[in-house]
């Protein structure tokens, strides 16, 4: 059996080997972020970093092999996914982490699997992964003013405020916002 540092180091190599620079720099950023937010709502830093570094690398694959692995987790394929292939990314990663690297943490394949559009439902790991993506250090809105905003929240008012920051964005840009995404905001403000 490996050890989680001998599989941190494999993913983090498989990354570094499959992204473009600039998005493994996006994938250092973001597990750097989510470790961080781990630490400050109480959940698994390892975990979070874990799963910040593994959540984009399916992120430069074809559609025909995101669509094959994507496919393998038995949820319905939605009609957004089917427009823009690309959303795939995080399903295929997570099915990737569980055939090629025997990745069984319910947790990460979870956090990696949604961190895209978001879930009703998710665990904390799945949201801060969520949140990191969206509020990493490299992301143009993310000011010292924005994140002195988000110091004081809780890890739902946190997710709401990105979520719907992003929602709105979108909105603006003339995108759809996927139902899952929808779903989710409403079952945190319900």
Not at 76 to 81: G, L, M
Not at 131 to 154: C, F, Q, W
Request: charged residues 30%; negative net charge.
């Amino acid at each position: 059996m490996k050890t989680y540092e001998t599989l941190l180091d494999e993913v983090t190599e498989y990354a570094k080997s499959h992204e473009k620079k600039e998005r493994f720099e996006h994938s250092m950023r973001t597990a750097a972020t989510c470790a961080d937010l781990c630490r400050r709502f109480g959940e698994d830093e390892k975990k979070g970093w874990f799963a910040g570094i593994s959540h984009d690398i399916c992120k430069e694959f074809g559609d025909m092999e995101l669509v094959s692995l994507a496919v393998k987790d038995g949820l319905p394929v939605s009609q957004i996914e089917r427009t823009k292939v690309s959303l795939l990314h995080g399903r295929a990663a997570a099915t990737l982490l569980q055939e090629q690297f025997g990745i069984t943490d319910s947790e990460i394949i979870e956090a990696v699997r949604h961190h895209t559009f978001g879930k009703a439902g998710m665990g904390n790991l799945a949201k801060l992964l969520f949140v990191a993506d969206k509020i990493e250090p490299g992301r143009e809105h993310v000011t010292e003013k924005y994140l002195k905003k988000t110091e004081n929240m809780s890890l739902d008012e946190l997710v709401i405020f990105v979520l719907s920051e992003n929602i709105s964005y979108l909105q603006e840009h003339g995108k759809k916002i996927a139902p899952a995404t929808q779903e989710f905001l409403e079952s945190l403000v319900g």
